[in-house]
């Protein structure tokens, strides 16, 4: 009797706090359900509000588990060490998980070997496992974390032998008395063996014996083994492969640290915050942090890593706390390094909009739980999904439909509106998706505000939590993304497209469905998003043709009129068939299709897909932008498709505007033999030299310029001044002029002769300044990319001192410098060419000149096998020719 009077919410109370608590683990709603005699559906209702309570507690797997309150302490007690690991619960939960798993072993644990490059944090997350393993009682709390650099000892497996395992007094040559190794002094705790990649494998194999018995004997003393109990941490920044096989067998847990650059943006925004609050600790301030330099350092991709962003963040608050007087130091852009900052053109996401400030006591805030539960409860999608088949089978009103959906997304978007939330990872979202819905306004005409940057920002940043969901929730956020899919297809287009730019930009990847489902039912609540229109299709040729006709249009009318397919030229025209067939099955085409095409020879596909429109299909060829707006004003207007079709091709007609070619500009060309590469790191240096005036510096192929200047771009663009060539070069009508003569008398003369009728002899002065200072040899040479100018130079030096005593000459100052710069761009071209063929047929020159072939290819043998390049005869015939100054034909 006295079990009736108990509530149903009661009586699943009991029954979860004694199952939880006696079997160790979560009870599904189907078993409490069944074993009460309710409906699980009841049952489920009943635990949620529990779960709300905080009388039990709800985990998201499947099925969903419910526990008992007193149990899952580690998920819940901020205590636990791995909870002050950024990362823990998102990017590196499965390796947090696997380091607990490895701690919790019985007796000795499992060795643990952490990779990933130097600086992402393996030092810090053994500290961890060792502080988890103190927290959980598997080590005493005094249990000692002893470290060894295997680096120090790489390369004398003796004094490692005797630094691991100590030694007994004798054993050798200045053991004065019997000595620990640090398996004693590790015993009961942890032993650290960083860099180990760098032990030799005699050095791995002296572990074999303790990872497989647990013992270990001190050298002078092998038959006095002795246990200890050592838990085991190797790190390196190498692949495993490198390490002996019998060694990587013994170690069962591998644990990869991905870089800074792969973290998402709200971990990378956690690091960055957390090392300012380690500097306000050490400095006894409070930062506030520009925004801008929050940006910077989020974008930074250093081969440091974390390690890197430090020593940029330290010196970063050094600046400014010295010039700063007060106990809030403001850090602005000025005080980070230029080694630090973005190179030159790199874009730059602002991600953070606003200052933040960061004291010692700095940590991310946290939404509560059962808020947020709460919020999440309230949307309702069984819901929405029979909603949503009433609206299909006729059984209610688009506006009665849009008022039940628009009710129910309010009180979500309520609850989204006052969640605290972490206001700094809002503002990361925030940046990003206002991005988002801006392309969405100049492709599709959605009309977008403050308020809805906030509710979606916010809404991720809800959705972002881990969310686990049964097979029935699943299976019933299927079914409703395929009636949004087919229903709102206008909404569902661009809230897949939402999705999927929030996941390219901002590592976004939590509920997919989920998130599709709420943008597409929030555009139709929100925006005056007509889905009775009759739909029209731009299908043209070309890499944006047909999207730039749209999203022009779309954006005129502010609605989301026109889909756009963007084809190949060379697209089989079944293959477009088939595209226009999948668009059509997700649509409602009671309404018609109106479909623009860029070709007339497409208007036969109207045969193909008519079986596929339920209303009436139109067809109209050669596609503008003017035809796409009328076409679209009277779409909006509903007149019928025969009715648009007739109008839009009775009213277009073709036009045309003439105008005469303007004044051509000046121009300086450069080209060299060598290939066009050198010939831009030329006109590079040469751009900045003349900044005083307007003329311009272009490249050009050498190729190009000696076969016709008639067939030469760069003579119909401009008004060629002169040609700088690296070798001699004779054009018709053009002076040419050497790059060695540039700063001699004669190429003075030629850029006062060019510049005088336009500029003064005080900008002429300063161009010919400009030019001296940038072009002497290191300059030039300096442009390498991969190279070190002041090695490769020497190298260089050397093989032309051989070439000059093979040939018995002293070669000019000048042919000497322009051989330094050849043969040091050479080299790098080649490295970054490796593996491919020269192109050219060399056979004549190799037929004609053997001998140069040979005593060249001597000389330069060292920076072959110094630079690991091979000298090809196409790379051969261009040094003969410029110390012949002829070509590499029979002479």
Request: proline share 2%; hydrophobic share 40%; with cysteine.
């Given at each position: 009797?006295?079990?009736?009077?108990?509530?149903?919410?009661?009586?699943?109370?009991?029954?979860?706090?004694?199952?939880?608590?006696?079997?160790?683990?979560?009870?599904?709603?189907?078993?409490?359900?069944?074993?009460?005699?309710?409906?699980?559906?009841?049952?489920?209702?009943?635990?949620?509000?529990?779960?709300?309570?905080?009388?039990?507690?709800?985990?998201?797997?499947?099925?969903?588990?419910?526990?008992?309150?007193?149990?899952?302490?580690?998920?819940?007690?901020?205590?636990?060490?791995?909870?002050?690991?950024?990362?823990?619960?998102?990017?590196?939960?499965?390796?947090?998980?696997?380091?607990?798993?490895?701690?919790?072993?019985?007796?000795?644990?499992?060795?643990?070997?952490?990779?990933?490059?130097?600086?992402?944090?393996?030092?810090?997350?053994?500290?961890?496992?060792?502080?988890?393993?103190?927290?959980?009682?598997?080590?005493?709390?005094?249990?000692?974390?002893?470290?060894?650099?295997?680096?120090?000892?790489?390369?004398?497996?003796?004094?490692?032998?005797?630094?691991?395992?100590?030694?007994?007094?004798?054993?050798?040559?200045?053991?004065?008395?019997?000595?620990?190794?640090?398996?004693?002094?590790?015993?009961?705790?942890?032993?650290?063996?960083?860099?180990?990649?760098?032990?030799?494998?005699?050095?791995?194999?002296?572990?074999?014996?303790?990872?497989?018995?647990?013992?270990?004997?001190?050298?002078?003393?092998?038959?006095?083994?002795?246990?200890?109990?050592?838990?085991?941490?190797?790190?390196?920044?190498?692949?495993?492969?490198?390490?002996?096989?019998?060694?990587?067998?013994?170690?069962?847990?591998?644990?990869?640290?991905?870089?800074?650059?792969?973290?998402?943006?709200?971990?990378?925004?956690?690091?960055?915050?957390?090392?300012?609050?380690?500097?306000?600790?050490?400095?006894?301030?409070?930062?506030?942090?520009?925004?801008?330099?929050?940006?910077?350092?989020?974008?930074?991709?250093?081969?440091?890593?974390?390690?890197?962003?430090?020593?940029?963040?330290?010196?970063?608050?050094?600046?400014?706390?010295?010039?700063?007087?007060?106990?809030?130091?403001?850090?602005?852009?000025?005080?980070?390094?230029?080694?630090?900052?973005?190179?030159?053109?790199?874009?730059?996401?602002?991600?953070?909009?606003?200052?933040?400030?960061?004291?010692?006591?700095?940590?991310?805030?946290?939404?509560?739980?059962?808020?947020?539960?709460?919020?999440?409860?309230?949307?309702?999608?069984?819901?929405?999904?029979?909603?949503?088949?009433?609206?299909?089978?006729?059984?209610?009103?688009?506006?009665?439909?849009?008022?039940?959906?628009?009710?129910?997304?309010?009180?979500?978007?309520?609850?989204?509106?006052?969640?605290?939330?972490?206001?700094?990872?809002?503002?990361?979202?925030?940046?990003?998706?206002?991005?988002?819905?801006?392309?969405?306004?100049?492709?599709?005409?959605?009309?977008?505000?403050?308020?809805?940057?906030?509710?979606?920002?916010?809404?991720?940043?809800?959705?972002?939590?881990?969310?686990?969901?049964?097979?029935?929730?699943?299976?019933?956020?299927r079914k409703t993304e395929e009636l949004i899919r087919r229903q709102l297809y206008r909404c569902y287009k661009?809230?897949?497209?939402f999705y999927e730019m929030a996941r390219q930009t901002i590592d976004y990847e939590a509920c997919p469905q989920m998130i599709r489902i709420f943008v597409?039912?929030?555009?139709?609540?929100?925006?005056?998003?007509?889905?009775?229109?009759?739909?029209?299709?731009?299908?043209?040729?070309?890499?944006?043709?047909?999207?730039?006709?749209?999203?022009?249009?779309?954006?005129?009318?502010?609605?989301?009129?026109?889909?756009?397919?963007?084809?190949?030229?060379?697209?089989?025209?079944?293959?477009?068939?088939?595209?226009?067939?999948?668009?059509?099955?997700?649509?409602?085409?009671?309404?018609?299709?109106?479909?623009?095409?860029?070709?007339?020879?497409?208007?036969?596909?109207?045969?193909?897909?008519?079986?596929?429109?339920?209303?009436?299909?139109?067809?109209?060829?050669?596609?503008?932008?003017?035809?796409?707006?009328?076409?679209?004003?009277?779409?909006?207007?509903?007149?019928?498709?025969?009715?648009?079709?007739?109008?839009?091709?009775?009213?277009?007609?073709?036009?045309?505007?003439?105008?005469?070619?303007?004044?051509?500009?000046?121009?300086?060309?450069?080209?060299?033999?060598?290939?066009?590469?050198?010939?831009?790191?030329?006109?590079?240096?040469?751009?900045?030299?003349?900044?005083?005036?307007?003329?311009?510096?272009?490249?050009?192929?050498?190729?190009?310029?000696?076969?016709?200047?008639?067939?030469?771009?760069?003579?119909?663009?401009?008004?060629?001044?002169?040609?700088?060539?690296?070798?001699?070069?004779?054009?018709?009508?053009?002076?040419?002029?050497?790059?060695?003569?540039?700063?001699?008398?004669?190429?003075?003369?030629?850029?006062?002769?060019?510049?005088?009728?336009?500029?003064?002899?005080?900008?002429?002065?300063?161009?010919?300044?400009?030019?001296?200072?940038?072009?002497?040899?290191?300059?030039?040479?300096?442009?390498?990319?991969?190279?070190?100018?002041?090695?490769?130079?020497?190298?260089?030096?050397?093989?032309?001192?051989?070439?000059?005593?093979?040939?018995?000459?002293?070669?000019?100052?000048?042919?000497?410098?322009?051989?330094?710069?050849?043969?040091?761009?050479?080299?790098?071209?080649?490295?970054?060419?490796?593996?491919?063929?020269?192109?050219?047929?060399?056979?004549?020159?190799?037929?004609?000149?053997?001998?140069?072939?040979?005593?060249?290819?001597?000389?330069?043998?060292?920076?072959?096998?110094?630079?690991?390049?091979?000298?090809?005869?196409?790379?051969?015939?261009?040094?003969?020719?410029?110390?012949?100054?002829?070509?590499?034909?029979?002479?």
């Amino acid at each position: 009797m006295e079990r009736e009077k108990k509530t149903n919410k009661e009586r699943l109370f009991e029954q979860i706090e004694k199952k939880a608590r006696g079997e160790k683990q979560g009870v599904d709603a189907s078993r409490l359900a069944e074993y009460l005699g309710i409906p699980r559906n009841l049952a489920s209702s009943l635990l949620n509000e529990l779960a709300a309570e905080g009388r039990i507690r709800k985990i998201k797997t499947r099925p969903v588990l419910f526990y008992c309150d007193v149990l899952e302490k580690e998920e819940r007690d901020e205590e636990n060490p791995f909870h002050g690991f950024i990362g823990y619960d998102k990017s590196l939960k499965d390796q947090v998980d696997k380091c607990r798993l490895a701690a919790s072993y019985p007796n000795r644990g499992m060795p643990v070997m952490i990779l990933g490059p130097s600086g992402v944090g393996k030092s810090l997350l053994a500290e961890y496992i060792y502080r988890y393993a103190k927290y959980k009682n598997l080590i005493p709390e005094d249990a000692p974390f002893v470290v060894l650099n295997c680096a120090d000892y790489a390369n004398n497996k003796e004094l490692l032998s005797s630094i691991l395992f100590g030694y007994k007094k004798g054993a050798f040559t200045g053991a004065s008395e019997t000595t620990e190794g640090l398996f004693q002094k590790a015993d009961k705790g942890y032993l650290f063996l960083d860099e180990f990649h760098r032990l030799p494998p005699e050095g791995q194999e002296k572990l074999f014996r303790y990872i497989d018995k647990g013992v270990v004997a001190k050298i002078g003393d092998s038959s006095q083994e002795s246990k200890v109990d050592v838990r085991l941490i190797f790190a390196t920044t190498e692949d495993i492969s490198t390490m002996l096989d019998t060694f990587i067998r013994r170690v069962p847990v591998m644990i990869e640290i991905p870089p800074f650059s792969e973290r998402t943006i709200e971990e990378r925004f956690q690091i960055i915050c957390s090392l300012f609050s380690q500097e306000a600790e050490t400095m006894d301030c409070t930062f506030r942090v520009s925004s801008n330099v929050i940006n910077q350092l989020l974008m930074l991709d250093l081969k440091g890593n974390i390690g890197s962003l430090k020593n940029a963040v330290k010196l970063c608050c050094v600046g400014a706390f010295c010039r700063e007087d007060g106990d809030m130091v403001k850090v602005s852009v000025r005080d980070l390094s230029d080694h630090y900052r973005f190179e030159r053109g790199k874009s730059q996401i602002q991600y953070i909009t606003e200052a933040v400030v960061i004291d010692k006591d700095w940590k991310p805030k946290e939404t509560a739980r059962l808020k947020v539960e709460r919020v999440q409860n309230s949307l309702d999608f069984g819901e929405v999904w029979r909603l949503l088949g009433r609206f299909q089978n006729h059984g209610i009103s688009q506006e009665r439909f849009r008022s039940k959906v628009y009710k129910m997304l309010e009180g979500f978007t309520g609850g989204v509106m006052d969640l605290s939330g972490d206001e700094m990872t809002e503002g990361i979202y925030q940046g990003a998706i206002e991005k988002i819905l801006y392309y969405l306004q100049n492709n599709y005409g959605l009309q977008y505000n403050g308020t809805m940057v906030t509710v979606l920002s916010r809404t991720l940043l809800l959705f972002s939590r881990d969310l686990s969901y049964s097979e029935e929730e699943v299976e019933a956020l299927r079914k409703t993304e395929e009636l949004i899919r087919r229903q709102l297809y206008r909404c569902y287009k661009m809230s897949a497209i939402f999705y999927e730019m929030a996941r390219q930009t901002i590592d976004y990847e939590a509920c997919p469905q989920m998130i599709r489902i709420f943008v597409a039912l929030y555009f139709f609540c929100r925006m005056d998003i007509q889905n009775d229109l009759s739909n029209a299709v731009i299908a043209a040729h070309g890499h944006a043709t047909a999207s730039s006709i749209a999203s022009m249009a779309n954006r005129m009318f502010g609605q989301y009129i026109f889909e756009a397919f963007d084809m190949p030229f060379d697209i089989e025209k079944k293959e477009i068939v088939k595209k226009v067939k999948s668009y059509l099955k997700r649509v409602d085409t009671s309404k018609g299709l109106l479909l623009f095409v860029d070709t007339g020879s497409l208007l036969d596909i109207a045969k193909d897909i008519q079986n596929e429109v339920e209303g009436d299909l139109g067809i109209i060829n050669n596609i503008t932008t003017q035809m796409a707006m009328e076409a679209g004003e009277r779409i909006l207007r509903r007149e019928g498709i025969h009715f648009i079709v007739e109008q839009v091709v009775k009213n277009n007609v073709t036009n045309f505007t003439y105008i005469k070619q303007r004044k051509k500009a000046d121009a300086i060309v450069v080209c060299c033999i060598t290939g066009i590469g050198t010939a831009i790191k030329i006109r590079d240096m040469l751009r900045e030299s003349f900044r005083e005036t307007e003329v311009e510096v272009a490249a050009c192929e050498y190729q190009e310029l000696v076969s016709k200047k008639s067939q030469c771009g760069v003579f119909h663009k401009y008004n060629v001044l002169f040609v700088i060539s690296t070798i001699e070069l004779e054009i018709q009508d053009a002076h040419t002029l050497l790059l060695n003569d540039l700063v001699t008398e004669k190429g003075k003369h030629l850029i006062e002769e060019g510049l005088r009728e336009k500029y003064p002899e005080k900008v002429i002065r300063q161009v010919m300044t400009n030019i001296i200072k940038g072009f002497s040899m290191r300059n030039i040479i300096g442009q390498l990319t991969i190279l070190n100018p002041d090695k490769i130079i020497l190298d260089v030096e050397e093989a032309v001192e051989k070439i000059e005593a093979v040939r018995n000459t002293a070669f000019s100052v000048d042919l000497k410098k322009m051989l330094y710069i050849h043969i040091c761009i050479m080299v790098e071209r080649l490295i970054l060419e490796k593996g491919r063929l020269p192109q050219g047929d060399e056979s004549v020159f190799e037929k004609c000149h053997p001998d140069f072939i040979k005593s060249a290819k001597n000389s330069l043998s060292v920076i072959e096998s110094k630079y690991n390049v091979s000298v090809n005869l196409r790379e051969l015939k261009l040094i003969y020719e410029l110390i012949t100054g002829k070509s590499g034909g029979p002479a």
